[in-house]
């Protein structure tokens, strides 16, 4: 996904509670901008729930409201 508009409509119709960054690519994304900085501390939180770090090592997640 790479622009604005794509980002803002797949964050409306999911959330951000259910949004993660992945690649199978490993080179750079060169679309990415400002909106992916906007949500970085999120996109940490849900990762880090994901892999069920939050129960293990609490101290990895930063900076948002455990829910």
Do not use: I
Not at 26 to 39: A, I, P, S, Y
Not at 46 to 64: F, I, S, Y
């Amino acid at each position: 996904m790479s622009g604005d508009a794509e980002f803002a409509f797949v964050a409306e119709q999911l959330g951000t509670e259910q949004l993660v960054f992945g690649t199978d690519f490993g080179g750079c994304d060169g679309g990415t901008t400002d909106h992916v900085d906007d949500l970085t501390n999120t996109m940490n939180y849900n990762a880090a729930r994901l892999l069920r770090l939050d129960k293990r090592a609490p101290h990895l997640v930063v900076g948002h409201a455990q829910a």
